[in-house]
């Protein structure tokens, strides 16, 4: 008999425990939500990554910038096609920014060598591209 009444007893705490998750507000379930979506969707928790992430949009206007690498700088910067220096490679970018920063937006803008004018992104602005090798030079640390 004990031993029934007992079991009530758990059976009920489960199920306060079971309503309580189900009492969320729409607030708090928006933000599980969030959190639950599929990874490279969504910024984890603690995920070293999103401070790149967010630095990859080229601040509202305009199309994002790691838009316009996967489709204009991908072909040569991820193979290093051409001897194109290749995004992720510390060394390779820490010598063309030796330079300075302008001069490489500059032969990024112009074009160099087998770079072509813009990464042949006409309808990038030169602020794109700025942006865009920022990005690059962001990854490449
Ligand atoms: C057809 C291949 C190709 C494409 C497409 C391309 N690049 Fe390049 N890029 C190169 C090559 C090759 C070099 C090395 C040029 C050199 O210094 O001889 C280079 C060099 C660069 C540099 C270094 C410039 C410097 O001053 O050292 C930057 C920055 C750059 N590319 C940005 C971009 C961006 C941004 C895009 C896309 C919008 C892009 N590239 C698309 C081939 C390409």
Redesign the pocket.
Known sequence: MINIVLKKLATMALLGLCVSVFAMTDQQRAELEERIKPAGQVCMEGDSSCGSASAASSGGSGKPVEE??NT??M???TTG?????KIGDAAAWEE?LG?GIE??YA??ING?????P????MS?SDEE?EA??DY?VENSK
């Open positions: 316009i690498y204009y700088c072909a040569c910067h096609a051409a001897g194109a220096p063309r330079k001069e490489v032969n990024a160099i060598n087998g770079m072509p813009k990464g042949t992104c990038c591209i865009t090798v690059i």
